[in-house]
Every structure is written in C-alpha cells, then in structure tokens.
C-alpha cells in the first residue's frame, strides 16, 4: 500500500513540474512577443535558459511509466518523417504481392548519404483519420509480407536494411489471425536472421511484442531514449499479473523496458539521444542526433565479410536472455 501511495505521489509532482514547465514556457512566447529593447531580450534570454534547464531535469528523472507515456507521444517522429530527414530518392513499394498493401508498414528503397539502402518501419498516424488509415500502426500478415519483400530485394541487390520500428504490437483482429499472423511473423524472424546485408534496426517509439520483432532482428538494435522495447505493454502485464491494468505504472518499473534498462541486460546495442524534451519537440535536431549514429554503425558493417555478419548476428541473439546463478557456480 505504501508503495503504491508513493508512487501516486511521485506521478503527482512530475505532473506538476511539467505544468510549470509549460507556464514558463508559454511566459517565454509572450515576452518574446512582446519585447523590444535589449533589456528584454536579456530578461527573455534568462528565463528561457531556466526553462531549458527545468526541462533537461524533469526528462532526466522520468521514471518507466513516464517514458512510455512520452514514447506513446502522438507528435513523435515516425518513420517517413525520419525518412525525409535523412534519405533521398526514396521509391515507397506497395503490397505483398498476395493479399493487400498494409499502410501499417512502410517499405521501400532509398539512398542515404548517396549510399543505396533499404528501408522497412510501422507508421501511425497523427490525427484520427491516420490513425484509422494506417490502422494505429499495427501491423497485419500483409504488412511483414511486404517488409519481407523489400528485405529480400535489399539482399538480391546488396542494399544495407535499416529498419524503424514503433508499434504497440501486431494487429491482434480475427481476420489478421485467419491470414496467418503468427506464421508471417515467424517467418521475417527467420529470413532477417539469414539476410546477408548489414541490418540497423532503431526503436523510435514504442516496441510492443512480435509485431515489433518482426522486422527488429539486426546486427545493430539501438533504441532512442524514451522509447520502450518489451515483450508486452505495461497495461497488458498489469492486466495478467494483477487483474489491473490500473497497475500498469508498477509493471513498467518491473519489467525492465526503459532504453537504460535493455542496454544493460544486452537487448539494445546503443541509446539514442532525444532533444531535451523528446523527439516529439523537434523532429530535425532528433533525426540529426540517430544520424550520427546510424552513418558510424553502416560504416562499420559494411566492412564486414557476409559469413562474419551472419556469425556475429546469430550469436548476438543466441546470448540474449541467458542468465546464470553464481551462487552455484
């Protein structure tokens, strides 16, 4: 009981903090309106300092919960935003060549830094009408069809993949299961195992079960700093152990799935830094910053023979959940 009090407490005053930060904010619009002579500017200047520095805190000291909320943030970059940051010449290829083209997933060829590459990612939508439009980015057998043609082209032509994922999971409706879900997810497991091309997979938003797995087997996984990656949503797991979803704050502190947490149990290569505020905030300076990181992993994949890719690969998820009592050793 205690510790839920405290943890209502805690939520309570990041709440409130956050609406100081907004107050402030909104004072720094209105002096910037109105000011005219330099002691203003100078007055303007100091407090938007302070506010830059209350909000590099707040996001500094966010717990599990508040991360997920921020990674769930419907302003994110998603992956055609961060495609037109950071690529030229990008041809989008429809469908699955069986059933339908998914809008849940983009899929497509493009150059990056005059490189050619390939490029799969889930895309949402901002308002409801994309959201229903690119069904809230979860992904039916159809879309990992799709991405798996697209990896397959990068493979027949020696394109890197890189991949961007943010879903809250695979698309869990009856028609979904009726065309093979599991299966059209198993089998991307398989394929992007064996795919002979370097494979750069970054978690944007949130990573939610096997509908985010499905395109997320690489050499490279980074995942940026308020994005989550977990074998299920905390509302999901709260539902189960607790009957509560209520609970669901307490379940993302248990389950481990903030960026810190996954780089230290080996699940994340590499964490991506936001904007002070989170990439929601701006866009371009977020897709500088995964820019970086991105050039310096191709650069050294792509120096890699196949074979040592495909060892290095295999082995990097063979050691993912192993864990040993040294008490008995």
């Not at 930060?21 to 500017?41: A, M, P, T």
């Not at 809008?103 to 005059?114: F, N, Q, S």
């Not at 889930?122 to 799709?146: C, I, M, S, V, W």
């Not at 394109?159 to 879900?181: H, K, M, N």
């Amino acid at each position: 009981m205690r510790t839920k009090e405290k943890e209502k407490e805690k939520g309570k005053q990041q709440a409130e903090r956050q609406k100081v930060i907004e107050h402030l904010e909104k004072d720094v619009e209105e002096l910037r309106r109105l000011s005219g002579d330099g002691n203003e500017e100078a007055e303007l200047e100091r407090i938007r300092r302070q506010v830059a520095e209350l909000r590099r805190e707040f996001y500094t000291h966010l717990g599990p919960w508040q991360r997920a909320q921020i990674a769930r943030h419907q302003q994110r970059p998603y992956t055609l935003d961060y495609v037109n940051y950071l690529f030229t010449d990008f041809m989008e290829l429809h469908g699955d060549r069986g059933f339908a083209d998914d809008k849940a997933i983009v899929a497509g060829l493009a150059k990056y830094h005059g490189r050619p590459v390939a490029i799969v990612g889930h895309q949402k939508g901002r308002d409801t009408k994309q959201r229903l439009a690119r069904n809230f980015g979860q992904p039916k057998p159809e879309g990992y069809r799709k991405a798996l043609r697209v990896m397959q082209l990068a493979a027949k032509f020696g394109r890197p993949l890189l991949s961007f994922v943010d879903t809250q999971g695979a698309y869990p409706g009856i028609d979904a299961e009726e065309r093979g879900q599991g299966e059209a997810i198993a089998r991307n497991l398989r394929e992007m195992a064996r795919l002979a091309v370097p494979i750069i997979v970054t978690v944007t938003g949130e990573g939610g079960s096997g509908g985010a797995l499905a395109i997320a087997v690489g050499d490279k996984v980074n995942i940026l700093e308020n994005s989550f990656y977990s074998v299920i949503s905390p509302e999901g797991c709260a539902s189960i152990v607790w009957r509560d979803a209520s609970k669901a704050e307490t379940a993302a502190a248990a389950m481990k799935i903030t960026a810190k947490d996954l780089r230290e149990l080996g699940i994340v290569d590499e964490i991506v830094p936001e904007p002070d505020g989170g990439a929601h905030t701006d866009h371009e300076a977020a897709a500088r910053l995964l820019d970086e990181v991105l050039d310096r992993q191709l650069m050294t994949l792509m120096n890699q023979p196949p074979r040592e890719l495909l060892e290095a690969r295999y082995e990097k998820f063979r050691r993912m959940g192993q864990f040993f009592d040294l008490a008995n050793t």
